[in-house]
């Protein structure tokens, strides 16, 4: 490697960095000035709430509770509950719960991401017909209607009246019970990735070298699989990164609904009970995965395409 390629990466990591430091500390102080206090029993005396608060270390001023927590942060602590799971540790709550929306997240991108080529390229191959007019209709209200919205209507539709699935999640039914949030989630992949697709493949269909290729001879089968579809599929791959991430940032309400004891549903609940710890590990979280997975795709572009790398050093 490179020493450009490598100051390039060093550059792109440090502010990385720097980005989810500035991050943490936007977080924490948003915590620390919700309204409402971590201590919500109204039945403690003021001496025993002054106790908690110093157990918690809620006392100390607002600068020593954010670098004490940076510091336990670093090492995997990430503080304990204060209200939702009392004194249960808040990286085994959080690490839980990821693993769920995580695959979640990866089957419903897989599934989505299968579905839309299939769409995309029968589009495309149709370009300007009423097939590809339907594509393009589903292509924007998948894009348009939020994943929540589609899961209170297979909820209605599925659990409620035809009663086909169940209404709520089921860790001893845990596959039949994710169908109605994987499919809420995977709608909005299928919709992104079959507009990518049948962008791309119009742009491929009509290029030159698709010209020359069909004057040589070569059969249709061959020429969409080895020629177009190849090289309509790298701008997509482009795209299931971020798609990825912003699906498990989007997983919040559909999991509250579906009852999938997510990192959505943790999240939601620990602010509707101020738990600052499951707040700030939740949130955090995402915006760590959203900086990695920009990080690496941008790492990506300036190793593949130095032109990148120069650009952004200009």
């Given amino acids: 490697m490179s020493k450009s390629t490598m100051k390039y990466i060093g550059k792109r990591l440090a502010i990385s960095l720097m980005t989810l430091l500035v991050i943490l500390i936007v977080l924490f102080l948003m915590v620390k000035f919700l309204p409402g206090s971590p201590i919500n029993n109204e039945k403690l005396s003021e001496a025993a709430r002054k106790a908690i608060e110093v157990k918690y270390g809620l006392d100390k001023p607002i600068p020593v509770q954010f670098f004490k927590y940076l510091t336990s942060m670093l090492s995997g602590d990430f503080g304990v509950s204060y209200n939702l799971y009392k004194d249960m540790k808040v990286a085994t709550l959080v690490g839980k719960a990821a693993k769920i929306s995580f695959v979640y997240g990866v089957v419903a991108v897989v599934i989505g991401t299968v579905i839309g080529m299939v769409l995309g390229v029968f589009a495309a191959l149709r370009k300007n017909t009423i097939w590809d007019t339907l594509a393009t209709v589903i292509s924007v209200l998948g894009v348009s209607i939020p994943s929540f919205v589609f899961a209170m209507l297979i909820l209605i539709v599925f659990a409620s009246k ?46 030159e070298y698709m010209t020359l290729a069909k004057a040589k001879g070569m059969d249709r089968k061959s020429l969409i699989m080895k020629h177009a579809l190849r090289n309509a599929l790298i701008p997509v791959i482009t795209i299931l990164g971020p798609i990825l991430v912003n699906l498990m940032t989007g997983t919040m309400v559909v999991e509250k609904i579906c009852s999938v004891p997510g990192l959505g549903k943790l999240l939601v609940n620990s602010i509707t009970s101020n738990d600052y710890n499951i707040i700030l590990a939740c949130s955090f979280l995402y915006a760590a995965m959203y900086i990695i997975m920009m990080l690496i795709i941008d790492v990506s572009y300036g190793i593949i395409d130095p032109r990148i790398r120069l650009g952004k050093d200009e």
Avoid: D, H, Q
Wanted: proline share 4%; no cysteine; glycine share 4%.
């Fill in 162 to 207: 035809l009663k086909i699935l169940p209404s709520g999640y089921s860790s001893s039914k845990a596959v039949i019970s994710s169908i109605m949030p994987i499919s809420a989630l995977s709608v909005g992949v299928i919709a992104n990735v079959a507009r990518f697709t049948r962008t791309e493949m119009v742009s491929v269909l009509t290029s």
